[in-house]
């Protein structure tokens, strides 16, 4: 049983390294902008890292700054404090912060000449204390020892001395100064990456569109090589779709996915990084949830695929059945079937709808988990650095630096798993691409070509030729004839005889199986396609009219043929006047496929495109049966003459059209039965005779009795 048209064929399968090779072929040319992107995609995630760390600093350098190690030394000793940060003088004595490397450092081995000193708080009231306190959170408490000034904790005594507000102000300025200084650091890489992902996201989008304009540009080069064999298997929508919307799913792959799949990498490393120097236990316990992701990625890429695939191969038969039914509304209308046609669009667009929100019900169901892997880590973290930073083994800087890197750990595999979509839709629509792609068109050019004279003689020769168009169904069952150079010649028989089958063979829109057509002497499959069709105009009973002007139908964007060339052939098929009665004359706007001329207009109009090219060889394929017979004279008289030293084939049912023919070709269920002029065949009194006799006698009025 023959396939239907509208049921597609399975589609290619390809491997993703396959997939992704041809597709990063296609941005290879432009890899320069690409680098850098990823170098700014680099910078972008330089600023967005650094902006938790930068509150880290903030929370432990400067609000609970105060209560950080420092080292005390006299003013000869002043200058070598400066290696630790900024100095504070505060009663003849010089003072320095220590951070956690420097404190260790420092208390392994002491600088000369300086002593540990650290600011506590009890009760109000804040002390320097002489020695360093196990954690800036330990409890305290103020006490006398030997009459002076002191502080418990720990169960150590450390000697104390008071500081009052001046003092407090003293080592409060750099916390001040830092305040503004950081606030505008933070603020400088909120405005850096937002101005870096501008100028990317554009750099992005014009690299994407760019490729994508290729490879459309590309799809229907390829489309316009192929044989009328393989639009007869696939139907325009479909088509359309392939061009279009599968194309539009690569766009996101260039314009976001390539780029910002590459940040999100840089992004997930350096927060990995970042995490593991800040707290390695803190940052392998964010990570425990990570198996779990493994194994819902692996669920997702499996039944996303598909649900793609199933979306794009429904979208397809939808559209085909829409661009089919619209451009057949008038016999819908005519034949009452608007509801029969309406159940059949619910069909599919019912199937489009369950497919779309199977899709829709997977991406519900991974992107939640991932939020929700996001969550759990953060409460563990939460409940395990509250502990440490209550225990004082953690500040409550890095915890609070934590939560952030948590959550933009887990953005980009939000974003990932976004991308993990788009990627494999994209990877569906390149396998329907590539699969187009790959189909090598069914007529191909000789590797060996053979070209011909400028002015071609027109002999055609079919030579035991046998055509199916499909195996074994054989149209023409070895057909030979030879037509000289100037003749006119006619092909008539009963509809599906296989008349309008030679012509498309002339013009090698199909392939023989079996035989040889020659033009002049070269056999039409070593001509290269362009010569071969230049030599030869066609005019078809269903007349195709392209959107624009009167103009641009005749001379078909071939800007060789002059506005006076086009005038001329309207004039020698009488259609000038008509033109120039209307307002806007030969730039007069046609609608879709001509709708507002009427059969015989069109027809005419195509009369005068085949004349416009000046052809060395003439096809005429039913191409006056829209004409009325008034017209018809008119339109013979002007091909006579132009047929004048052209050769001419003529395919027509009535017979009075090809009288004049130099030789008339009889076609019977794929065979030529009978060769010769209208004479000739109708003393023979065969076939020809008896579609001549069988015409006539449907023309005369004599009926005779039953």
């Not at 991932?370 to 650095?385: D, K, Q, R, S």
Request: proline fraction near 3%; charge should be neutral.
């Amino acid at each position: 049983m023959s396939r239907s048209i509208h049921e597609e064929k399975a589609v290619k399968q390809f491997k993703d390294t396959q997939l992704l090779t041809r597709l990063l072929s296609y941005a290879k040319p432009y890899w320069k902008m690409i680098v850098l992107c990823i170098a700014l995609a680099f910078l972008i995630v330089v600023a967005d890292l650094a902006r938790p760390y930068i509150m880290k600093v903030v929370i432990d350098g400067h609000i609970n700054g105060l209560n950080r190690p420092m080292l005390a030394a006299g003013a000869e000793q002043a200058e070598s404090l400066k290696r630790y940060g900024r100095v504070v003088e505060w009663d003849g004595k010089s003072y320095v912060r220590l951070d956690e490397e420097d404190a260790a450092a420092a208390q392994a081995s002491p600088p000369e000449g300086a002593e540990a000193v650290q600011i506590v708080r009890t009760d109000g009231q804040y002390w320097l204390i002489a020695g360093w306190l196990s954690s800036p959170q330990a409890a305290v408490q103020a006490a006398e020892a030997d009459g002076r000034a002191a502080v418990l904790s720990e169960g150590r005594t450390f000697a104390a001395a008071p500081l009052d507000e001046a003092a407090l102000a003293a080592f409060r300025a750099q916390d001040y100064a830092g305040f503004v200084r950081l606030g505008v650091l933070f603020l400088l890489t909120v405005i850096g990456a937002a101005a870096l992902s501008y100028l990317q996201s554009n750099l992005l989008q014009y690299t994407g569109q760019t490729i994508i304009f290729n490879i459309r540009q590309q799809l229907f080069n390829h489309l316009s090589r192929m044989s009328m064999s393989y639009f007869d298997r696939n139907p325009v929508g479909r088509l359309v779709v392939r061009v279009t919307q599968d194309t539009e799913s690569l766009n996101q792959l260039y314009s976001q996915v390539v780029v910002n799949l590459v940040k999100d990498v840089i992004v997930l490393v350096g927060i990995v990084a970042v995490m593991l120097h800040m707290s390695v236990e803190l940052a392998l316990l964010s990570f425990t949830v990570i198996p779990v992701l493994a194994l819902l990625t692996f669920w997702y890429r499996r039944v996303v695929r598909e649900a793609q695939r199933r979306t794009r191969t429904i979208l397809s038969r939808l559209n085909a059945f829409l661009a089919e039914n619209l451009s057949g509304i008038r016999i819908t209308q005519l034949f009452i079937r608007e509801e029969r046609q309406r159940e059949q669009f619910d069909y599919h667009n019912t199937a489009y709808y369950r497919a779309g929100m199977r899709g829709t019900v997977i991406n519900s169901i991974f992107q939640p988990a991932i939020g929700m892997m996001g969550n759990l880590a953060i409460a563990l973290l939460l409940w395990y650095g509250g502990v440490k930073v209550i225990d004082s083994s953690i500040t409550f800087g890095i915890v609070y630096a934590f939560t952030h890197y948590v959550r933009q750990f887990f953005q980009p595999l939000m974003s990932l798993a976004e991308k993990y979509n788009q990627i494999q839709q994209a990877m569906v629509g390149a396998e329907r691409i590539f699969d187009m792609l790959d189909e090598k068109p069914a007529i191909a050019c000789s590797d060996n070509p053979k070209h011909l004279p400028e002015r071609v003689r027109g002999e055609i020769r079919f030579e035991h030729v046998w055509f199916a168009y499909n195996e074994g169904e054989w149209v023409l069952k070895d057909v030979s004839f030879t037509i000289q150079p100037g003749q006119t010649v006619a092909f008539v028989g009963a509809t599906g005889a296989g008349k309008s089958s030679i012509i498309q063979l002339i013009n090698r829109f199909y392939d023989i199986q079996k035989g040889s057509i020659k033009l002049d002497g070269i056999d039409i499959r070593d001509i290269p396609l362009d010569e071969l069709r230049r030599s030869i105009s066609v005019v078809q009973q269903d007349v195709f009219l392209f959107t624009g002007d009167i103009a641009s139908n005749i001379r078909l964007n071939d800007h060789e043929i002059t506005d006076e060339q086009v005038r001329e052939a309207a004039r020698m098929v009488h259609m000038d006047d008509y033109v120039r009665s209307l307002p806007d004359g030969y730039a007069t706007q046609l609608g879709e496929r001509g709708i507002n001329l009427s059969l015989g207009q069109r027809q005419l109009l195509s009369f005068a495109r085949a004349i416009a090219h000046q052809p060395q060889i003439l096809i005429l394929d039913e191409a006056t049966s829209n004409i009325d017979t008034e017209t018809e004279l008119i339109v013979q008289d002007a091909l006579h003459n132009i047929s004048q030293g052209r050769t001419t084939l003529i395919v027509a049912h009535r017979l009075s059209t090809i009288q004049h023919a130099d030789q008339i070709v009889v076609m019977h269920k794929g065979k030529v039965r009978e060769i010769g002029n209208h004479y000739q065949l109708i003393a023979q009194r065969g076939y020809y005779y008896r579609l001549y006799e069988l015409q006539y006698k449907e023309q005369s009025p004599y009926r005779p009795a039953r």
